[in-house]
């Protein structure tokens, strides 16, 4: 037991980290004057992640709440619940790594215009009450759905690291924020003309995608939760897919720096329902058509749809989830060389049902805020930028003084 509880331990740690990535990531994507937001977003969405998490969303999900003393808390007490060592603790701290993701995810969508305290309500109701209520349904068996879907058509849902319950929640959601939300100032100018605004800086987007796909393997292997059902399957998939994604966006995007570095992402974020299912050659395949989606859908998301999705969240973690949900019910069967066991029919339903799931709950939950509240900064805030006007201080303050 001290093995898993170690293992799992890590595991958080790795996911955790990636956290930082995509603190970063939003800093070189977005401009100079809301970069402090962005690091503040981030690491104060996990904060109060862990907060909503631990009270709320962990009993919503699997029925388990921490209100019982701490000698039965670290299983030394003979519990049926929390087993020895304190694993369901670390257990608990690996998935609320999951679970802040989804803020972290809608963060990058709504960057340089969405006030701070409607983002930190939203946090709280959507980490507490709203990602949960899916996590449960299909990692925990609530209400039936999977043993609805086994019966019917053969097999559950599947979705072993989160393709649909992370990624296509948090970029649907996010895909309802942003439209709620509306452009940036100026962004999209009456005369049709589009006002470009170019990434603050490539090197930081690149360290974000970076830390991102290291802290990936442990979100993907480390899904096993123990150190019996752990395999090297999950790493090379996660592998093949992620390089799958760099280079197909590297040839569709034309060499650009950010599709490239947001292909990477791209690719882990659509291997992660079936990486313990494909073959290798496979996850490459689903790791490949990943990265196109995201270059395709980011230049028609912005370019076309005119929805100023600051980071491309709905295209990358929206789109690109989806596509991964659904690749699991085609790559993970037999005939293409997975390991089987898993429905076409189920994969769709599964995935429609989160992507349906996530526009109503971002919907409901944004449309509230801003009936009550608020979304947006003022345009002289947005033309000053969040960092001043939200936290007084600018990126670089001692440079801000000679001015």
């Known amino acids: 037991m001290g093995g898993d509880v170690f293992f799992v331990l890590m595991g958080a740690i790795l996911v955790f980290a990636m956290h930082g990535g995509f603190a970063f990531l939003e800093v070189g994507t977005v401009q100079h004057k809301n970069q402090v937001n962005a690091l503040?977003?981030?690491?104060?969405?996990?904060?109060l992640s862990t907060v909503a998490y631990f009270f709320i969303g962990y009993l919503i999900a699997y029925g388990v709440t921490f209100f019982v003393n701490a000698s039965v808390l670290s299983g030394?007490?003979?519990?049926?619940?929390?087993?020895?060592?304190g694993f369901a603790l670390v257990k608990f701290f690996f998935l609320?790594?999951?679970?802040?993701?989804?803020?972290?995810?809608?963060?990058g969508g709504i960057a340089e215009r969405m006030k701070f305290l409607p983002q930190c309500v939203a946090t709280v109701m959507i980490v507490g009450f709203v990602y949960p209520f899916f996590e449960g349904m299909v990692w925990n068996g609530n209400f039936g759905f999977n043993s609805w879907l086994e019966a019917s058509f053969g097999a559950a849902f599947h979705d072993f690291a989160g393709s649909i319950v992370v990624h296509a929640v948090g970029g649907w959601i996010?895909?309802?924020?942003?439209?709620?939300?509306?452009?940036r100032f100026n962004r999209y100018r009456a005369d049709g003309k589009i006002q470009g605004i170019p990434p603050s800086s490539i090197p930081w987007l690149a360290m974000g995608s970076w830390m991102l796909c290291v802290g990936w393997f442990g979100f993907n292997v480390m899904s096993a939760q123990s150190l019996e059902g752990v395999t090297?399957?999950?790493?090379?998939?996660?592998?093949?897919?992620m390089v799958g994604?760099?280079?197909?966006?590297?040839?569709?995007?034309?060499?650009?720096?950010?599709?490239?570095?947001?292909?990477?992402?791209a690719g882990l974020v659509a291997v992660c329902a079936g990486s313990d299912l494909f073959h290798p050659v496979g996850a490459l395949i689903v790791g490949a058509a990943a990265g196109g989606i995201f270059v395709y859908g980011f230049t028609w998301c912005q370019n076309r749809l005119k929805i100023d999705d600051v980071l491309g969240v709905w295209p990358l973690h929206g789109l690109c989830g989806l596509w991964g949900g659904i690749a699991a019910g085609i790559f993970g069967t037999q005939a293409f060389g997975g390991m089987g066991g898993v429905s076409?029919?189920?994969?769709?339903i599964g995935s429609l049902m989160g992507v349906a799931y996530a526009v109503f709950a971002g919907a409901l939950i944004y449309g509230f805020l801003r009936m009550i509240m608020g979304l947006r900064m003022s345009d002289d805030d947005q033309r000053m930028g969040a960092?001043?006007?939200?936290h007084k201080i600018g990126a670089n303050p001692e440079s801000d003084m000679l001015r």
């Open 96 to 107: 609320t790594t999951f679970a802040a993701a989804i803020p972290a995810i809608i963060s």
């Open 387 to 390: 960092d001043l006007a939200i």
């Open 40 to 47: 503040v977003k981030i690491l104060v969405d996990f904060a």
């Open 76 to 85: 030394s007490s003979g519990d049926a619940v929390f087993a020895p060592q």
């Open 344 to 348: 076409f029919i189920s994969q769709l």
């Open 174 to 183: 996010a895909l309802s924020a942003v439209l709620l939300l509306g452009p």
């Open 232 to 241: 090297g399957l999950v790493a090379v998939n996660s592998l093949m897919a």
């Open 245 to 265: 994604g760099i280079i197909s966006a590297l040839i569709i995007g034309r060499n650009d720096p950010g599709f490239v570095h947001n292909g990477a992402l």
